[in-house]
């Protein structure tokens, strides 16, 4: 059963980290639920998970990491989120350079204002303030509960975009089912066109950043790193330099099923975790790779074989794909990526030998609207 191999320590360094964002969505919690017995994601200080997450928090799914919850006064931060979040809506076209060139100059919008302003370029900043800093701290939480909002609204608002045209698409069809006329005009796929799918569109690298500081103060053994961002991949890859991609694995399913699955412990999600322990603990070599390959191939037989099992319709399609960093632990590739120089960085846990990071899409059939 699940829980069983969730209580299992063996399974502990198998918990793919989301990155770089807090916000992630029901969605992607299911379709990774196919594939592990356990997925991360970090909140800044304060965050309360969203409460469509509350079922895969209880059952031990998700777990909701918040290293800085005891650092962060809650008062403080709550007392200058508005002013923060104010300042963010006024600004919300300028890159931080603007904050550089104006200086102190900035018109108050309360007096608070300019201390505001200060954190923020703080945390853009890439030189380094002194260690433990309360409000180097507090500019970085205000950050991240920004956009964490942000990629909440932006999502919420997809959804809703969906949902409308996939009604419109609904009444169109149900308009015109019994008509024989010619000369319609074509029902166009989407009404409402949904544009900046890629929630690392912007700032991607300041996100990246500013998420770090939370992964490094987190639990040590995280070398699995997962996102929904193309544009975040390729930067922390890019950085790498050296990024081999292992495993490419496509399901096919419906709410229902992943339900179910997600409760009686599918049988490659054991495999998923054998690659996975490979790859972490091995050094890196072609006879491995091989291995992997083999292996993967054996996963799409056993997926194959339960899509065609069901013998259901299904409608959500999901997208794996992870690559390997040789050599690398994630934090010191993080910090890499960030251009953080923290020194010898041979003190990485030993057991592991490499680092994988994933990106996984999802996608609906037009005739369902629910997320």
Known sequence: MKNSAIDNPESTIITPVFFPF????????????????????????????ENALGPWIDMGFLDVR??????????????????????????????????????????????????????????????????GSEESQLSLQLFLHLAQEFDQQAWELRQQLKRFDHQYQALQTSFRQDETEQGHVPIPKEVFPVMGQDPGDYMIEKRIAAWNRLFQKGPAGSNVLFTNSQSALTCLLDKAEDGIEVLNLNFTYSQAESTKLSKNHPSWVDHIQEIFN???????SRTLQERIAQMGSEIDTMIDSWSESTMK?????????????????????L?????????????????????????????????????
């Open 313 to 333: 319709s299904h409608d959500r399609t999901a997208s794996f794909r992870w690559f390997v960093v040789p050599d690398q632990g994630a934090p010191g590739l």
């Open 22 to 49: 807090t916000f992630i969505s029901p969605s992607i919690v299911e379709a990774m639920s196919l594939c592990f017995n356990r997925v991360a994601v970090y909140h800044p200080a304060h965050s309360k998970p």
């Open 66 to 131: 918040s290293p800085l919850e005891k650092v962060i006064d809650k008062k403080t931060l709550e007392a200058a989120l508005p002013n923060f979040r104010c300042w963010g809506l006024l600004h919300q076209h300028s890159d931080t350079a603007y904050l550089k060139s104006v200086g102190n100059d900035i018109a108050p919008v309360t007096p608070e204002t300019p201390s505001i302003a200060s954190d923020i370029r703080a945390t853009a900043s890439k030189t380094k303030t002194s260690k």
């Open 335 to 371: 910090n890499r990526c960030c251009g953080v120089d923290t020194g010898n960085e041979d003190d990485e846990t030993v057991e592991f030998k490499n680092t994988l990071v994933g990106i996984i899409e999802e996608s609906r059939s037009a005739h369902h609207s629910n997320a």
């Open 278 to 284: 490979k790859v972490l603990t091995t050094p890196w």
